[in-house]
């Protein structure tokens, strides 16, 4: 049996409920929520990440009183000083979660300690104070409370939450900052890729990676993103809809998409994805993969994935299906790999959908949640 990441363990351990946290981010007066009309006219209509709600959370650090003014104000612009370290050195760190909600009108989410737990380890990486996971549960909690009526009920819809933080110091020296600002601001949302469960073509860039040994490329923060901007631009202008990243240190092995885990499905059944050698985040959808499937009795491992093993077993007929997966993206299929000297049709089959349906279903409380991955933020 696969012994438990660091990530997983600490998420395992027993959290707060919501009840027990709420309150904690205190709600400010708001007096221009969205009319009903704008409110319509946006859930009647969800993207991915463009309209976002009338609340968000906001909490401030300094070295003399650690996280202080936790508060739910209207969402708006930010005031920052030109200084503001963030926009000079990157020094940010950011989560992606989503809020369901249920076929009784109840509000869950999922597998919330995760993410607190990793956005501390990327806090660590990044030199950013750590926020505690009551504090960190508490801003999605009274956040969502304050934003209930924007978490969507369509299939495949949801609220999507960015938590983030960011070096609010003014300061050009290159030094760790001592004012630091955190918040979650909240986006209803439909599918990530705008065809759905339609597959994707990837492009696999051999020219840039998004992260080497000894980077960050293990953590949640910009600047991963910010590098894998340049070659998306290049792959979606030859018509690709992401990039796959190689392995800076020998350039031959699957790392993972700019925002998103990679998992092949070989024609025996079993899973493989690369496995996390520092370079690669370790997503909390990847994660879930990897253990129900495991506890269904697939062979899953993680390991070293060579390009070119990919490519022979897709000529062989080994490799049976590829997929991206990520909080944003869900579960997509990948339907063609293509680089300088190949482009190669994936076949697109059942497993990939049942790995989407099975996922979904537990965070939609249409399955038994049988790890205990649902938090319940709030009654219908
Ligand atoms: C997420 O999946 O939530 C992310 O943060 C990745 C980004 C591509 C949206």
């Known amino acids: 049996m696969r012994k438990p990441t660091e990530l997983e363990e600490l998420a395992a ?4 409920g919501a009840d027990e946290v709420a309150g904690t981010f205190v709600r400010e007066p708001h007096d221009q929520l969205a009319s009903e009309s704008d409110y319509e006219r946006v859930m009647a209509n969800l993207s991915f990440g463009v309209d976002f709600t009338d609340y968000m959370a906001h909490a401030t650090w300094t070295a003399d009183k650690g996280w202080h003014n936790k508060r739910i104000e209207p969402y708006g612009p930010l005031t ?4 503001g370290a963030v926009l000079h050195y990157g020094q940010e760190t950011f989560e ?59 299939e495949g819809t949801s609220l999507y939450l960015r938590p983030f933080v960011f070096a609010s110091e003014s300061f ?17 949302s439909g599918a990530y890729f705008k065809n759905g469960l339609q597959p994707i073509d990837l492009w696999v860039d051999r020219t840039y990676h998004r992260a080497g040994p000894g980077g960050m490329g293990d953590v949640k ?16 202008e030859a018509g690709f809809d992401e990039v796959l990243f190689l392995d800076a240190a020998t350039n031959t092995n699957l790392d993972e998409l700019g925002g998103m885990n990679v998992f092949v499905v070989m024609a025996d059944g079993s899973v493989k994805t690369p496995a996390l050698t520092g370079n690669i985040l370790p997503g909390g959808t990847r994660s879930s993969i990897i253990q129900f499937l495991e506890a269904e009795g697939v062979n899953v491992s993680e390991e070293t994935i060579s390009l070119q093993s990919v490519l022979d077993g ?20 990948i339907g063609r790999l293509a680089s300088e000297d190949f482009d190669v049709a994936v076949p697109v089959g059942e497993k990939t959908k049942q790995i989407y349906e099975e996922l979904t279903a537990i965070q939609l409380g249409h399955a038994e949640d049988r790890f205990g991955w649902l938090y319940k933020i709030a009654d219908a």
Not at 120 to 134: H, K, Q
Not at 172 to 188: C, Q
């Open 314 to 333: 897709l000529d062989s007929g080994d490799v049976a299906e590829m997929f991206a997966c990520g909080t944003a993206a869900v579960v997509t299929p």
């Open 80 to 83: 920052l000083d030109p200084a």
């Open 13 to 16: 351990r027993p959290a707060p």
């Open 96 to 154: 992606g979660m989503k809020a369901y909600r249920h076929d009784d009108g109840s509000i869950w989410t999922f597998r919330p300690t995760y993410n607190a737990a990793r956005i501390n380890m990327s806090n660590r990486r990044l030199a950013i104070p750590e926020i505690s996971r009551e504090d960190y549960l508490a801003s999605i909690v009274d956040l969502v409370r304050a934003d209930a009526r924007w978490v969507p009920s369509d």
């Open 172 to 188: 050009l020296g290159v030094r760790a900052a001592s004012r630091y600002e955190y918040l979650v601001i909240a986006s209803p």
């Open 221 to 236: 923060t910009g600047g991963n993103y910010a590098s894998s901007l340049l070659p998306k631009v290049r792959a979606a």
